[in-house]
């Protein structure tokens, strides 16, 4: 069974950092892609960043580009979300989803979902 499971959300003040993790259990394959969405209230759920757990290939979305840095640990079957310089409109719920194509893309459903991590960015 597979199961993600974020963790690191929180509340950080604005131009703060958080770190998300989403560790991965039940598929140990390389061959897989993780991104990471959120979803604002009233807001549709945006997709923000992937990698290709086997090529380490990454995207990010115009909105985060520059500010956010996504990684793998395979080792540790782990995650990362680090996120820099964050701004009120980053508050959202952090879900991780797991592909088990190794294609990192934003545009696409993906078969396996966290329950989330709140961000919440507020002086």
């Known amino acids: 069974q597979v199961q993600l499971v974020e963790s690191g959300g929180g509340s950080v003040q604005p131009g703060g950092s958080l770190r998300l993790s989403c560790a991965v259990s039940?598929?140990?394959?390389?061959?897989?892609?993780v991104a990471w969405f959120r979803q604002a209230p009233g807001k549709e759920r945006e997709g923000i960043s992937c990698?290709?757990?086997?090529?380490?290939?990454?995207s990010y979305a115009d909105s985060v580009k520059e500010r956010f840095a996504i990684s793998s640990d395979n080792v540790k079957n782990t995650v990362y979300l680090q996120m820099n310089r964050l701004k009120p409109e980053d508050t959202a719920v952090y879900y991780c989803?797991?592909?088990?194509?190794?294609?990192?893309?934003?545009?696409?459903?993906?078969?396996?979902w966290g329950q989330g991590t709140q961000v919440t960015v507020s002086s």
């Open positions: 989803a797991l592909d088990r194509s190794a294609v990192c893309t934003l545009n696409r459903a993906y078969d396996y």
């Open positions: 039940g598929f140990t394959s390389y061959f897989s892609a």
């Open positions: 990698i290709s757990r086997s090529d380490g290939v990454t």
